[in-house]
């Protein structure tokens, strides 16, 4: 039965394929979809992957939609490294770049992947590329052991430019994995600018904060607003090797995730707010995706 259900799901997505690649807010067809990418974790903050559809209860703006493409596959998705190399990341680069590798050690082997540093300005690594495959990771210990540290902040503008570079990908779903204390001192964009960036985008955000406590630079709020915002995820590893640990957790938590799709209700130009719950509701289970999306204004 299980496989039976897998094998359904499997030819929904491919059938949908199309509807996948758009943004969350789809601008032409009465048949496109609103795609979120969901997240269901147990007790212990891991992955549980084999729920049916019917456990699944979405909410658009308070009302409940039926749900019209459902997948729990390992299916590849585009992600963003984007990484914090100003002059106070200096000590921890070495623990970064590992961290980079085991993430994508851990990926799917078709995942699109790209890396990006920021500090003074922003600058993606092995630009001739737009995109690795995670398998291969000759390529991208390359791009990540090039990052030296210095100068100051460009947080905001770096996820800018992440968020534009993942519009370009293939994979169904997007995502960044942001590494950073998580302060700023030099963008042109505002922390509300890339918020508002994010709620127009269909990218879940990681973030990962790195930081000493006498560190005057951190702000964990801004890493959180992100990731919240997004149907990420915030972590603050503080002994060494967790920052390993929680990118492994992170590659898994991808792997192991669901897509669901659903006819948007209206096409006001406005902002819908999403929910998204286990039916029966159990305790022992989180449910976690985007805060909401940009709906398309109808065209006349």
Do not use: W
Request: hydrophobic share 40%; aromatic share 6%.
């Amino acid at each position: 039965m299980k496989g039976e259900r897998r094998t359904s799901f499997a030819l929904i997505l491919l059938c949908a394929a199309p509807l996948l690649a758009q943004e969350p807010s789809f601008r032409t067809g009465a048949s496109e979809l609103v795609v979120l990418p969901v997240v269901v974790t147990d007790k212990q903050q891991r992955p549980v992957s084999d729920l049916p559809t019917d456990r699944f209860v979405v909410y658009d703006n308070g009302r409940r939609v039926p749900i019209a493409l459902f997948t729990n596959e390992d299916t590849p998705v585009t992600v963003g490294l984007v990484i914090d190399a100003s002059g106070s990341m200096g000590s921890k680069l070495g623990e970064v770049i590992a961290a980079s590798m085991a993430f994508a050690r851990t990926s799917n082997p078709q995942d699109e992947l790209f890396a990006l540093r920021f500090n003074d300005d922003v600058q993606r690594l092995l630009p001739e590329r737009p995109f690795l495959m995670a398998s291969d990771l000759s390529a991208l210990e390359s791009a990540v052991t090039s990052i030296r540290a210095d100068g100051r902040t460009a947080l905001y503008d770096g996820l800018m430019v992440g968020l534009d570079h993942l519009v370009g990908g293939t994979r169904p779903r997007k995502v960044l994995v942001v590494i950073s204390d998580g302060g700023d001192n030099i963008s042109d964009a505002t922390l509300e600018r890339v918020l508002a960036r994010a709620r127009e985008s269909d990218a879940a955000i990681y973030t990962i904060g790195i930081f000493d406590e006498t560190d005057l630079d951190k702000n964990p709020g801004a890493l959180k607003a992100l990731s919240r915002a997004s149907g990420g995820e915030l972590y603050l590893p503080r002994a060494p090797g967790d920052l390993l640990r929680v990118c492994e957790h992170i590659a898994r938590e991808i792997r192991g995730g669901y897509t669901i799709g659903y006819e948007p209700p209206a096409r006001d130009g406005s902002f819908h707010r999403v929910k998204v719950e286990i039916a029966p509701s159990s305790r022992a289970l989180r449910v976690r995706t985007r805060a909401g999306y940009m709906a398309a204004r109808a065209t006349p």
